[in-house]
């Protein structure tokens, strides 16, 4: 019979603090692995600087806004579902959750609807790409780095979406322990960085060359 | 627990302004400042999201991940950037890939 | 603790406790796990090997008569993809770390033991997916995959060997975040910074590089996917990319890659040189910022792989300077071994012949990294065989020299049972022996010009090689030789006392092999490290 797995930590508060600190090093090893994408968009912006402006003219700023006010709003609606589940307002912590989740929701929904018109207009990099006017290559360039941003941002949207799903159904169902103040403030945690990751995105790909310049 | 709440509203409506201020800001014609001014603005609203609901100011290891890290991605940009910058980059004239038999 | 059975006490060795398979392919614990890497990493190794054994057979004659182009390209390409990180990269950490690093301070297990079991298991998937590749035919591009050859024109199965190299690499990342929580929350009670073991400072380093490296190597080889099969242009002129773009961030993961390679390497020489010399180590705080100040430049010399591709010059400037800066830290160490040894009582036992192997070779691949950081001789020599010579001074005569003085060093505590010595000191003078002259003939070579990747040369360069195949020949039964005693000891060996080697250190005052759960009660600690020649200093092996 195998031996029980050795239990490191001594308390529960000890083993919350290594929690977090895991936590917070992942967050970090995410942000390093965005860190390309984000070095090859400076280099287009700063050699295609034209081409750049032109590209994110073309980008959706009301959707992409409005995505910007739904994530912003997720965001906020964690924070105050981690703190009602601290409080032990179970309730309320689990509601939150969901409005949480929902907002995610609406925000892929959103970006599908920016995706399916971009399909269509021929924009996703790869043999059937298609721009008129000049600089086409260079568009096509930013749309690579646009459409692998935001999709490398909602693979990540939707792995939180899916902690959050499951920590609501337990909640609800009432399974506390596995729902643990804990575990929804890492999950909260996980949360806001993608958060943080699309506050940078919005400005990077839709508010470039706005000004006409 | 109302406390709690108060902050949330708070840095949520700080977060929604400097949303409208960013998108607003991106119209004026101020030529290469709408990008320090947009990404300042993000760096600000980054750093209400992390100090209001990551609540980092708490934590002092989990700042100093985020200062080493963010030290270490900066390297990429400053030296990678020294290359492209002293560089001069002569673009090839645009053509089509060559087709490849193999994944 | 009872486990709800008959059985009242537990066993009290981790090796007894559960014998079936499934109890070792659902282990939490750190030493089986260990355990588990160790014996995944030396299959990967002979198979890495295998494909250096080919190419050694092939240089021996100037022309190209054992293998075509196209196949010589895929061994050197599967030979450097499989040791960097199937070999190399997991050795010291994922292998002796996970089994030493809870019991160098006292702890019980990792931070995280069910994520350290699913690094072993993104491992293995992840390097399995690389010999199916393999067997598959396998990439041509070599092991740095750079664009535009492996994007536009490699007609290989590149894509299914990133996908494994990609796998890999999550499971460093996990093994690095928990050695960096393990070290900073589980030491034991007095066991500050600076009394930690210099194996658990190389390891909390390499840790670091390790999560914030890695990643950028993930997302690259992404890219690289992405530009293979959609064509995007990121990497290619003709589209408005750049190949350079690729090799900086390649290399921005790959060059501190080989210091979580050598940093290990550091700490078990620190490790293994006090015991047998019976002295302390010579500037343990300098060793430990060493250490650190090698981890944080290391991030900054990647640059110096692309002195002749295209770089600005002001660049490389930049890149040779911040070289020749990294070079200091380990200058420091090793003046510090050598400060060590002297005025100690040497004993010249296996796990000190392999340190002091260690030591020599590291500082001659370390001054040719010098002569290759150096502008002008590097046009001379990039590309060459002193590269060549250069990597394998460091990774082989220093990492896997590490590596296999740490084995034998920690055999009795992690099998419980003894080696035969003097076959243990065989083998560590034959490797030596056949390490150089494997590849110091390189070192010649390529001064003379021999291009590196290349199976055909003018005879004028035969000599030189068929004294390196010799060599490997001689390396190679230096590395089966500890193969066959190692397993033999695992059956017939000596039971082994609890410190056979009077060694100082956490992990010396539990039983071979330990119990399931390292220390009934959590130690206390009261002195610095390598207590040697002190009161301290243990002077008979406790049973």
Not at chain 3, 345 to 371: D, K
């Amino acid at each position: 019979m195998n031996a029980a797995a050795a239990e490191p930590f001594d308390d529960v508060r000890q083993r919350a603090r290594a929690d977090t600190f895991g936590l917070w090093i992942f967050l970090m090893t995410e942000l390093m692995f965005f860190g390309p994408l984000l070095f090859g968009y400076w280099f287009g912006r700063v050699e295609y600087a034209h081409a750049f402006a032109v590209a994110s003219r073309h980008t959706d700023v009301t959707l992409g806004t409005l995505n910007t006010a739904l994530l912003l709003s997720s965001s906020a609606a964690m924070a105050a579902a981690v703190a009602a589940r601290v409080r032990r307002a179970t309730r309320v912590a689990t509601g939150l959750l969901l409005i949480t989740f929902l907002l995610g929701c609406a925000f892929l929904v959103v970006k599908g609807l920016e995706y399916r018109s971009e399909w269509h207009e021929h924009l996703f990099p790869g043999a059937g790409f298609a721009f008129a006017g000049e600089d086409a290559a260079a568009v096509r360039y930013f749309y690579f780095l646009y459409f692998a941003l935001t999709a490398v941002h909602a693979l990540h949207l939707i792995v939180g979406m899916t902690l959050l799903a499951v920590f609501a159904i337990a909640l609800w169902r009432g399974a506390d322990e596995f729902g643990a103040p804990r575990r929804i403030e890492l999950a909260g945690l996980y949360w806001h960085f993608v958060d943080i990751v699309w506050i940078f995105l919005y400005p990077l790909l839709y508010l470039l060359g706005r000004s006409g310049a | 627990m109302h406390r709690n709440t108060r902050r949330i509203v708070l840095a949520w409506s700080a977060l929604l302004l400097l949303l409208a201020a960013t998108c607003a800001s991106a119209w004026l014609p101020i030529g290469v400042w709408n990008g320090v001014v947009n990404l300042g603005i993000a760096a600000l609203k980054a750093a209400i999201v992390a100090a209001v609901f990551m609540h980092l100011g708490a934590s002092s290891a989990a700042r100093a991940c985020v200062g080493v890290a963010l030290f270490v991605l900066l390297l990429i940009f400053a030296l990678a950037g020294s290359d492209y910058a002293t560089r001069d980059l002569h673009p090839a004239a645009w053509q089509p890939p060559p087709t490849r038999t193999m994944p | 603790m009872s486990n709800g059975t008959e059985r009242v006490t537990e066993a009290d060795n981790y090796l007894a406790a559960g014998t079936t398979l499934r109890s070792w392919l659902t282990t939490h614990d750190h030493k089986r796990i260990a355990l588990l890497y160790m014996i995944s990493i030396t299959a990967f190794f002979f198979i890495g090997g295998a494909a250096a054994v080919l190419m050694r057979f092939e240089l021996a004659t100037p022309a190209g008569d054992l293998v075509s182009h196209d196949t010589y390209n895929k061994l050197f390409t599967m030979h450097g993809v499989i040791m960097v990180w199937m070999f190399l990269i997991p050795s010291i950490p994922a292998g002796l770390g996970n089994f030493l690093m809870p019991m160098m301070i006292g702890a019980r297990d990792l931070a995280f033991p069910r994520l350290n079991l699913l690094s072993w298991y993104l491992y293995v998937g992840g390097g399995l997916f690389t010999v199916v590749a393999l067997i598959a035919g396998g990439a041509d591009t070599g092991w740095t995959f750079y664009a535009p050859f492996s994007t536009l024109f490699s007609n290989t199965h590149v894509i299914f060997v990133l996908f494994g190299v990609f796998v890999v690499g999550f499971s460093s990342i996990l093994t690095g975040i928990n050695f960096i929580v393990t070290v900073h929350m589980l030491r034991a009670p007095g066991l500050t910074w600076f009394r930690l073991p210099l194996f658990v400072w190389a390891n909390y380093a390499t840790s670091i590089i390790l999560v914030l490296a890695t990643p950028v190597l993930a997302m690259t080889l992404l890219l690289l996917a992405a530009e293979r099969l959609l064509g995007v242009g990121i990497f290619d002129p003709a589209l408005g990319g750049d190949p350079l773009l690729f090799q900086h961030l390649f290399w921005f993961y790959s060059h501190p890659a080989v210091y979580i390679m050598v940093l290990p390497a550091m700490g078990v020489v620190s490790e293994i040189v006090p015991c047998f010399a019976r002295k302390r180590v010579y500037g343990y705080r300098s060793m430990a910022y060493a250490i650190l100040a090698i981890a944080i430049i290391g991030f900054m010399v990647w640059g110096h792989h692309m002195f002749v591709s295209g770089q600005s010059a002001y660049a490389s400037l930049l890149f040779s300077l911040l070289s020749f800066l990294v070079a200091i830290p380990s200058a420091i160490k090793v003046f510090n071994w050598l400060a060590t040894l002297k005025g100690g009582s040497i004993e010249f036992a296996a796990p000190m012949l392999y340190a002091l192997g260690f030591i020599g070779l590291f500082t001659l691949g370390g001054l040719t990294g010098l002569i290759l950081a150096s502008l002008s001789a590097d046009v001379h020599l990039t590309d060459t065989y002193f590269v060549v010579a250069h990597f394998h001074y460091i990774m082989v005569g220093g990492a896997v020299m590490a590596y296999l003085g740490g084995v034998h060093f920690w055999w009795p505590k992690i099998i419980g049972r003894t080696y035969p010595e003097m076959w243990g000191r065989i083998a560590a003078l034959i490797a030596f022996f056949g390490f150089n002259l494997t590849f110091f003939p390189q070192f010649l070579l390529g001064y003379a010009g021999m291009p590196r990747r290349y199976h055909v040369y003018p005879e004028r360069y035969q000599l030189l090689h068929v004294l390196s195949s010799a060599g490997a020949s001689i390396l190679a039964i230096g590395y089966l030789l500890p193969l066959g005693y190692l397993t033999w000891s695992l059956f017939r060996g000596p039971r082994a006392s609890s410190n056979p080697w009077r060694a100082t250190g956490l992990e010396w005052t539990t039983s071979s092999p330990p119990p399931p759960h390292n220390f009934a009660q959590t130690p206390i600690v009261t002195e610095e490290a390598y207590a040697y020649d002190s009161s301290a200093d243990p002077k008979e092996s406790r049973a």
